[in-house]
Each structure stands twice: as C-alpha cells, then as structure tokens.
C-alpha cells in the first residue's frame, strides 16, 4: 500500500511504506488485500492512497503517482468530466458511480466503474475515496453484442419477407420495414396492435387455433392466411411461427416471418415446391447459406454468403461443377454438401478435420485457404431438402467462420498446460522442501503418491480426484517442516509432548495450503489422511462418512510405505507386514475396499514401489 504523508520534506510527493500495526494495520491489510482497486485523493483531487492492485495494473511505481493529480491519469477526452464529477462529490458531500477511462503506463487504455465518496474529519472534507472495478471488457463485450444487433436489424429490415414480434396477447411489439413494402403501413402504424386484426374474417379464427397452439406447444408451425393491406386488399402470406422462451423457459411471444404468397397461390405445384424450398433456406438463417439441385448446380446464394465469399448471387446462380468450392478451397472439389447427396465420396471426408454424421444432417469443420491472407476455419453445417412427396430435390450448407473461436481454444488449451506445469513445479518444490528435512523419508510422499494413485486408478476414480489424490499425497507431510529435527530422526520411542507434537502435522499442512488457490479436496484430503473411521485418528478424530474417500485411500498408501520402509527408530518391517496389518484392520480403521484393491495391487497386479 503506498500513500503520501506531509512532511517537511521539500517534495510533497515523497511516500512512507507503512507498517501494519493496530487498527491502522488491520486497516491496511484489508485495502491490500481486498479484491478491488482502491484510491485516494485530496481536496485538490491529488493522489493521496493507491493500493497495490491498482499500482500494479496501471504499471507505475509510487513515486510516478503519488501526488499527482487524478485527472493526469485519465484520457484528454474524459478529464473535464470527471473533474467536475469529483469536484462536485466533495463540494456536496455527495456519492458519485461513473466510468472512467485510464491511460495506463505502457500506453493501453483501460476503462474503471469508480465509485467514489467524501473523506471526513472533524466535519471537514478531506478529499475522497474510490474503489472501483476493471469493466473494460464489460464494455467491449457491450459494444460487440450491440454492433450485433444493428447487424442483425439490419439484415431483417433489408429482408424482402417480412419479420414481426407478438406478445402472448398477439400484439405486435416488433415491425420490420420490409412490412410497408408488403402492405403499405408504417412500422409505428402496427405497433401494439393485434395481429388478428389484420387477418381476413374467414381465416381469423383458423389462424388464430394456429398460432395459440404454436406458442403454447412452444413449437414450429407454418400459417398460409390473407392480411389486409393499407389500402383495404387483402393479399395472401406463409407465415413462418416460432415461439419465443423466456430464461425459465416459458413462451413469452411469438416471432414469425411472412412472405407474400399471392402470386403462388395461382401458380403451379412446382412453383410452390420452389417457394417451400427458398422459405427453409432463407427463413431464421443468419450464417451463409446455399442450396445446390441434384445436379450440383448452385440455385440459391444468400446475402450472407456474398458477404463471406465477394461472389454476388447473380455471378454464381446456375453454374456447377463445384463452382461453389472455389472461394472455400481455390480448386473445384466436393464439400460438405456434396456429402449429403454422395455419402460415400472419400476424399470429401478426408477434408475436414471434424465430420459428424446424424440422422439428418452433416456437421464438419475444415480450413479453407481461399479465404482471406492465410485461410479461415470453417464449420459448416448441411442437410437434404426434400419435395412435398418425400423425394430428394437437393441439399442446402450453412456456412460459420470459427476461426477467432478456435484459436482462442486453442490459446486456452495452451495456458492451462502452463498452469498446469507451473502448479505441478510449486508442488515438488514444496515436497522437495519437506523432504530436505527428513533424510531418513526421502522420497516417501512420492512412493505413496504413486500407490495412491494406482489404488485410485484400481477403484474406477475420474481424472480430477486423481489428481487431487496425486498432490495431496505429495504434500501429505508438508506440516512436518514445523516439527524439529531431533523429534523427526529420534531412534526411539517419542513421548507424550513430542507424539502430541508429530500429531499437529496434518493440521500444520492444512494450514499452509488453504490460502493456496487449490482444489478444497487436496487440502481436506492432507488434513484428514491420519484419521481413521474408529475415531481413533487425529487431528479432529472423524469418523467413517466424515473422512472424504481421498484422505481414505492416502491413509491406506501412507501405512503400507511406512511399514515397508526403513525409519529411524526402527527397520523396515517388510511389506508382507504392511498388507497382513491393513487387512486385519479393514472396516475399522481404514476403508475396506481401499484395502482391498491396495492389496489385489501387490497379489495380483505387480504393484512394486519405485
């Protein structure tokens, strides 16, 4: 914690580190350690108090801070602003929240939520105090999802269909633009209005069942009605109902998208076919979607898919030959939906590097280098369309760049086997410690993690527990480093005081490694591997059910190595004594099954100790 004193020192800006002691102390361990940055400032908004937190994550030293005015920190475009926010907190005494944008040292900017409040004393206004939250990403993540869907309005409103929100009274709460272009209203002239209203008399009461039933099955449905235009026609829609949920899962509403029939309904059936076809493509689909015929020629090209590809539909609508690939790949090849209609085509499925097949689908996963500098991972999703008697007509692929997502796996995968290597260091250099001190146990809390986990991996334990047996018994005996030497390597029998203090051990480990950030079962397993289920074990004597199974299997791999190994105060009694003791004593002071699979480990299994 750094803050600046008055002093008679020339530099006001000189700083104290200072020493916790008494209420002042608790005081400055709290700031220190609470999970929050916090700072300081006088009357003249120079910076009085910045917790370490906050140091750290701007980059300066205290020196570079101290004293200096708040606003110097803070991005041109917001210092008039927040001056006057915190000039006018201290002025009426009042509590302010707002963002702030910092400049950090090496030149980032990051964004803090600033809660700030008067310093009183003696009835007089010191200056203040903030503490505040890093939401930089918050509000990038903000930006993003409204960049989304302004987006997403934005195709909707460009959508020749047109796409509508009811509420559970089948009133509208959503318009798109695309509905004067079909019926001549403005989108406020239909808000908050019902949507049967607009419904043909001899279709209202049909359409009405439809829609109810829709929203309350919380399913699909497809509508055919008549809507009366502004200018008092009627004109013919299919409607595509989907019920909207809420986060209990409830409907809540309906949204639906209708697209002008009319001229179909005096069509032929293959015009309708041709209309069913384009519905399923274009209707809900935001990735880039096309359909190719049973003859691989492409017959449609979404707005998306332009926009993914810079191939307009009109350059490519009616073309073959796996014309569709070569924005993807830069050669003719079969994709994914070439799959569809040609299940059998090898060298299709020898492309992706992830090809999953269901009932009526394909999903894959593949780089294509064609797009962009130096290609973009693709997953892509495609499946058979099929014509109003069940046959075959072609097949439709939607296409989804995850290229950012897997490369972020990817990064993920590659910091959590850091951690994992930093985390498996911290613990051997913690065991090497222990073991430093007790040459006669050398290597003992590794022989016993190796049986441990072996009677672990016997008894059918997922990867997790394993690990967290494999590092509690690395660590089991981390609390004889508070245990003197001579009571350690003593060649005879211990007495009471010197067993009483053997016995704190467990209880000296624990209290170590709870304030490390690892696995509530590691620590609980160190604490509780010398209690047995008699009661009879220390520190806390637990029975059966209170000690967790992974305290249970160390105790079991902790006394047969003990008993096989040599120690000070006595020779090694041999394993065949190890497992003869064990087994007498399995139900009432270890685990029977436990010691059952330690013992089929040794009879049956080879089990040696290294």
Request: charged letters at 25%; aromatic letters at 8%; a negative charge.
């Amino acid at each position: 914690m750094y803050d600046a004193v008055n002093q008679e020192a020339p530099d006001d800006t000189e700083q104290i580190h200072t020493q916790p002691n008494g209420i002042a102390g608790h005081l400055s361990l709290i700031l220190e350690t609470v999970n929050a940055f916090i700072f300081a400032y006088d009357a003249g908004l120079k910076l009085t108090f910045i917790n370490d937190r906050l140091l750290k994550h701007f980059g300066y030293e205290p020196g570079q801070i101290i004293g200096k005015n708040i606003v110097d920190f803070i991005i041109e475009a917001d210092r008039e602003r927040v001056r006057n926010h915190f000039s006018n907190s201290l002025a009426r005494d009042e509590s302010i929240s707002c963002d702030i944008t910092f400049a950090l040292k090496n030149g980032d900017q990051r964004i803090l939520r600033a809660n700030a409040a008067a310093i009183i004393n003696n009835d007089q206004i010191q200056g203040g105090v903030v503490i505040a939250e890093d939401i930089t990403e918050f509000k990038k993540n903000q930006e993003n999802l409204q960049e989304s869907v302004d987006q997403l309005r934005h195709v909707v409103d460009n959508m020749l269909d047109m796409v509508a929100q009811i509420d559970l009274n089948g009133k509208f709460t959503y318009i798109s633009s695309s509905h004067k272009r079909n019926l001549g209203y403005e989108p406020e002239e239909m808000l908050g209005k019902s949507f049967y209203g607009f419904l043909h008399p001899d279709e209202k009461k049909q359409v009405s069942q439809m829609m109810i039933k829709a929203l309350r099955d919380k399913s699909e449905d497809r509508i055919e009605h008549r809507v009366r235009c502004k200018n008092g026609q009627y004109r013919w829609f299919e409607t595509m109902v989907n019920s909207m949920l809420d986060g209990n899962g409830m409907s809540c509403g309906g949204i639906f998208a209708s697209r002008d029939i009319s001229m179909g309904k005096l069509a032929s059936q293959d015009l309708k076919e041709t209309q069913q076809r384009m519905t399923d493509i274009i209707a809900f689909l935001p990735d880039a979607t096309f359909v190719i015929d049973l003859k691989g020629r492409v017959i449609a090209w979404n707005q998306a898919m332009e926009q993914m590809t810079d191939i307009k539909a009109s350059e490519i609508l009616g073309k073959g030959n796996y014309e569709y690939s070569l924005p993807f790949y830069g050669e003719r090849r079969p994709v994914l939906i070439d799959l569809v209609l040609h299940p059998d085509d090898d060298k299709a499925q020898k492309d992706y590097d992830l090809l999953q097949r269901n009932e009526h689908n394909l999903v894959g996963a593949s780089l294509c280098p064609g797009l962009g500098e130096t290609g973009q991972y693709m997953w892509a999703t495609a499946s058979a369309l099929y014509n109003t008697g069940g046959q075959m007509t072609g097949a439709i692929e939607s296409v989804r760049n995850i290229t950012d997502k897997r490369n972020d796996e990817l990064e993920l995968k590659k910091s959590n086997a850091t951690l994992h290597n930093i985390m498996d260091g911290v613990v051997n250099a913690l065991a090497i410690t222990s073991e430093k001190r007790d040459p006669y146990t050398a290597g003992h809390q590794r022989r016993v993690a190796n049986l441990a986990c072996a009677i672990a991996r016997e008894m059918g334990i997922g990867e997790e527990p394993l690990e967290n047996i494999r590092i509690a018994s690395i660590l089991h005996d981390l609390g004889k480093m508070f245990i003197p030497n001579d009571i350690l390597s003593k060649p005879g029998d211990l007495n009471y005081i010197e067993m009483l203090m053997i016995k704190t051990h467990p209880q000296a480990a624990y209290d170590i490694l709870k304030t490390i950030d690892f696995r509530p079962s590691i620590s609980k397993a160190i604490l509780q591997h010398h209690e047995r289920l008699d009661g009879s074990g220390y520190p806390n004597g637990l029975t059966d059910s209170e000690i967790i199974l992974e305290a249970r299997i160390i105790a079991v791999a902790d006394v047969v190595e003990a008993m096989a190994s040599h120690r000070p105060y006595r020779p090694a009694l041999g394993l065949d004594y190890a497992l003869a003791e064990i087994n007498q004593n399995q139900g009432r002071l270890f685990d029977a099954e436990v010691v059952q699979t330690c013992t089929k480990l040794f009879m049956e299994k080879e089990f040696w100790f290294e």
